[in-house]
């Protein structure tokens, strides 16, 4: 089992920062990929990220690419996503999920949850 927590959320104006941290613990993650995830009220939840814990390999969604950037550190065992140029569409409740499937843009594909962190960006 891996146990996944979030943590970083609040509130920001558009165009400002934030980073989210997911800390993972129980299983080894070498073979796993962790995904960013969101979703607003009465939406369904939507990839952001991804990251494949042995390579460091990173996938985006095309509506945070360039502004997101997620990282891990292997001796912390934490995932970090830094959000830039926040927009109020980001408005969300951020989730980390552990998969070990590839098929990192489907929620259906992760076992593994965080409890989620909201963040709010204000116009």
């Known amino acids: 089992q891996v146990l996944l927590v979030e943590s970083g959320g609040g509130l920001v104006q558009a165009g400002g920062s934030l980073r989210l941290s997911c800390v993972a613990s129980?299983?080894?993650?070498?073979?796993?990929?962790i995904g960013w995830f969101r979703q607003a009220p009465g939406k369904e939840r939507e990839f952001v990220g991804a990251i494949k814990w042995s390579s460091g390999s990173t996938w985006y969604s095309d509506s945070v690419k360039g502004r997101f950037t997620i990282s891990r550190d292997t001796a912390k065992n934490t995932i970090s996503m830094q959000m830039n140029s926040l927009k109020p569409e980001d408005t969300a409740n951020y989730y980390c999920?552990?998969?070990?499937?590839?098929?990192?843009?489907?929620?259906?594909?992760?076992?593994?949850w965080g409890q989620g962190t909201q963040v709010t960006v204000s116009s």
């Open positions: 999920g552990a998969t070990g499937q590839n098929t990192v843009f489907s929620a259906r594909s992760y076992a593994y």
């Open positions: 129980g299983r080894t993650l070498s073979t796993y990929y």
